[in-house]
């Protein structure tokens, strides 16, 4: 169970996160749940006075723990697993203005490679994304990201989302995240390969 | 005490907040299905009548590829490569497949995107429902064929009617020959 500890070492973390992603856990508890689902998440939110927005715009900024306490209260309120969070992440980029924002670049997968870090820099301020690896004939890409902690629950989350981002392109992409270490430093690494 | 730097940030964050809300509401009034769809024939987005019309929420249509809803073989390669030369389609016939499965006959206009390089970026695609004039015609072409079917069963009728009249005619003729000799045959014998 989530406690207020935990969220007030969450939003004390430094970093700021766009409204965007409040506005994709919404539609996705709205389509799973409907309105009384969603009013479920608000009174949570009220009740531990979390300063979450979900009626919010897609540019305003939030405390970047915000982003792992949205998840963290769904997965509680709804008992959901932890596949039910990676669908979150799944489902995600097909309802973002900022990806709808950023469409341009999925003319190519080249062209959108060299976007990548740019989605997370539209959505993030902490952390860095790059793409160690990109192999269009073997059809794999390793992105990493550094400077940031990441929460287990956000980490499934962003291994859904990676899927999806890539299925745009490349419809049968998998995404795989995992732990790794960069430079004697822990940092994550997500896979995505497509046939 | 607030920094210009802060004014010009919250300033331009309004405009966007009303941006986002703009063009939010215009998907979201458009009263036709439309769609944006890139070079790879994936939607990225879809308008609230495109939702109704295909029965498809918008989580379960983004993100696929244009066939799941024009399956027709080769129908949307062709479209997009029509909209990369001409930089339009207009009113092309096609079949749209809903969720459910129905087929509902309909005309696709398209209209090409480049992005700041002038590279094709992808297109729009609009969908009129044509059911129910495509009803009307298919309805009308039918009542033409019985009529023609009908009128030709006449002409046949007629045909043999004419042929038998002219059959009759000719025996007539025929006979009227053979009364004339055997009247004429009776007379002569009559006179000697």
């Known amino acids: ?195 | 005490m607030i920094t210009k730097k802060e004014e010009v940030k919250k300033i331009n964050n309004k405009e966007l907040k009303n941006l986002e809300g703009y063009i939010k509401d215009f998907w979201k009034f458009l009263p036709i299905p439309v769609c944006f769809v890139n070079p790879f024939n994936t939607i990225l987005n879809i308008t609230g009548k495109f939702e109704k019309f295909s029965g498809y929420k918008e989580t379960e249509i983004i993100g696929e590829n244009l066939s799941t809803v024009f399956p027709a073989q080769g129908f949307i390669l062709e479209v997009l490569a029509d909209t990369r030369e001409n930089g339009v389609v207009d009113k092309k016939e096609a079949i749209f497949i809903t969720k459910d499965k129905k087929e509902i006959y309909v005309t696709i206009s398209t209209s090409q995107r480049k992005d700041e390089e002038d590279s094709f970026s992808g297109y729009f695609l609009s969908i009129s429902d044509v059911s129910e004039s495509k009803t009307f015609q298919k309805k009308l072409e039918e009542e033409v064929k019985g009529k023609t079917e009908e009128l030709q069963r006449k002409v046949s009728e007629l045909e043999k009617f004419q042929k038998f009249s002219v059959g009759r005619e000719v025996k007539m003729r025929e006979l009227k020959k053979k009364i004339g000799r055997l009247e004429e045959r009776s007379g002569t014998a009559s006179s000697e």
């Open chain 1, 1 to 195: 169970m989530i406690n207020k500890e935990e969220l007030n070492k969450l939003i004390e973390a430094k970093g700021e996160v766009k409204g965007v992603v409040f506005q994709t856990d919404v539609k996705y508890v709205l389509e799973k749940e409907g309105e009384a689902g969603l009013k479920k998440i608000e009174d949570k939110v009220k009740e531990l006075g979390l300063p979450i927005n979900y009626k919010s715009g897609a540019m305003d900024s939030y405390p970047i723990g915000l982003r792992i306490a949205s998840l963290l209260l769904i997965k509680e309120v709804f008992s959901w697993p932890d596949s039910e969070i990676r669908n979150i992440g799944y489902t995600a980029p097909k309802t973002s203005f900022i990806v709808k924002l950023l469409m341009k670049f999925f003319i190519s997968i080249e062209k959108f490679v060299k976007k990548i870090p740019t989605f997370w820099d539209q959505h993030y301020t902490r952390g860095k994304l790059e793409v160690v690896s990109f192999n269009n004939e073997k059809k794999e890409l390793l992105l990493r990201l550094t400077e940031a902690e990441i929460h287990p629950t956000f980490f499934i989350y962003l291994e859904g989302y990676f899927e999806k981002m890539l299925q745009f392109l490349e419809k049968t992409s998998k995404a795989e995240m995992k732990e790794s270490v960069h430079e004697g430093k822990p940092c994550h690494e997500c896979l995505i390969k497509w046939e």
